[in-house]
Structures are given as structure tokens and as C-alpha cells.
């Protein structure tokens, strides 16, 4: 991605970080490998999108000192509404865009609303598995919470049935460059391991799909 892009995600992760919005988040998706160079050695994303996903562990009794939009609103962000599902976005001029996402509970609406935050957050399945499955780098004096690597691998795995074939071209390519460190770490391949001995038979079925269709080499349940 351009420099540019860059110090837009710096104004992003401090104003977050100045608002006390930072420690209720997890930074998933795509831009989440940006953070890996801290852990990696050598390590180069291959970011294609402008999309910054936060994920909400807990919806309830969030503490901030300002909204989103409120902490937004100085670096040029609007926040619009999806007009059929009433979902958050955050738009800059340049092409960013933020979205907040939070764990699909049974018998809720596809999007639940966080008073404290002032957004409507998308519920997802699968994003449970951030709760654990996070790291916190140190990123221009801030702390950052980032989808670990095995939990952001494992993530993109499970939905890959819900994507479209574009999306999951491009999956499959940051999966592979990520997961090439994963097994390189073994501290990282173990709890790559871990999450997958964990899986119900759902996952299961899921993750072995993956494997025989994208003849990947990961290890086997």
C-alpha cells in the first residue's frame, strides 16, 4: 500500500488510542497482517484492501471518552448507514473504510447496536475465535490488539463457503503467506494447533473442506 495509507492508519490507531476506543477493539481482516512485521521477521503483507475491520469482543459496558464518530470526525471520517441493515460504516475521502463487527448470538438480529460507541456493528460468526486468539504489538507508542496469525488464518478458513471466488482468490493467497511464518514459529504452530483440536464437528468438517479443495498443507484433526 501507498505511505499514504500508512499515516492514515497511524491517525486512525491514535485517535482510537486517545479515545480509550483502542482497548475495547481487535483489529481483524486484511489489515491485520500489516501488524505482523513486528512479530515476523522479514515479513511483507500483501494488503488489496482499504476496508479496516474492528472487531467488538463485548458489546456491553464499554468505557470511552468519545464515539467513534466523534473521534472520527477530525480526520475526515463520515459515518454512513447501510440503508437495507443499518450497519456503521466510517468513510474517509481517501478511500478508507471502517466497519465494526461483533460475535453472532442466537436469536439476534444480524446487527446489534453499541450505545457507548455510537455504531451498529455487524454480527459474524465465527469471530469468537479472536477472543483468545489475539496479540497486542506495540505500534507508534500504542497497543494494538491484532487477530493472531493462527486465529486470523483459522478465521478466513471457515468462512471461505461464504465468500465469492474473487474474495477467496485473495484469501487464499494471505492465508498462504501468513501461515508460511505460522509453521516456521513454533510457538505459533502450536497454537495454530490448539484452536483446530478445539474445533466441534461443524468446524471440523469445514476446515478439512478447505484443506482438499485449496490442497493446502495444514495439519490434520
Do not use: H
Not at 71 to 77: A, Y
Not at 150 to 171: F, M, P, T
Not at 177 to 200: C, H, M, P, R, W
Amino acid at each position: 500500500m501507498k505511505i499514504s495509507y500508512e499515516d492514515k492508519l497511524l491517525e486512525i490507531i491514535k485517535a482510537f488510542g486517545e479515545s480509550g476506543i483502542l482497548e475495547n477493539v481487535i483489529v481483524i481482516g486484511s489489515w491485520a497482517t500489516y501488524f505482523y512485521v513486528k512479530i515476523f521477521v522479514g515479513f511483507i503483507p500483501s494488503i488489496r484492501t482499504l476496508d479496516f475491520d474492528c472487531y467488538i469482543p463485548k458489546t456491553k459496558n464499554i468505557k470511552v471518552l468519545k464515539s467513534v464518530s466523534e473521534t472520527l470526525k477530525p480526520i475526515n471520517f463520515d459515518q454512513v448507514f447501510d440503508s437495507g441493515t443499518e450497519k456503521s460504516k466510517f468513510i474517509s475521502p481517501d478511500g478508507f473504510e471502517i466497519e465494526f463487527l461483533a460475535k453472532l448470538k442466537r436469536n439476534q438480529n444480524n446487527i446489534v447496536k453499541v450505545d457507548s460507541l455510537g455504531v451498529n456493528a455487524e454480527q459474524l460468526g465465527n469471530l469468537e475465535l479472536f477472543d483468545k486468539g489475539f496479540i497486542t504489538v506495540n505500534f507508534e507508542g500504542c497497543n494494538v490488539k491484532v487477530a493472531s496469525p493462527s486465529a486470523y488464518v483459522l478465521q478466513k478458513v471457515l468462512i471461505s463457503g461464504k465468500r465469492s471466488e474473487e474474495k477467496k482468490l485473495k484469501d487464499l493467497e494471505s492465508i498462504n503467506l501468513v501461515y508460511k511464518e505460522i509453521e516456521k514459529d513454533v510457538v505459533q504452530l502450536n497454537q495454530f494447533k490448539t484452536i483446530i483440536a478445539s474445533f466441534g464437528l461443524k468446524r471440523q468438517k469445514a476446515y478439512r473442506k478447505y484443506l482438499n479443495d485449496n490442497s493446502v498443507s495444514f495439519p490434520e484433526i
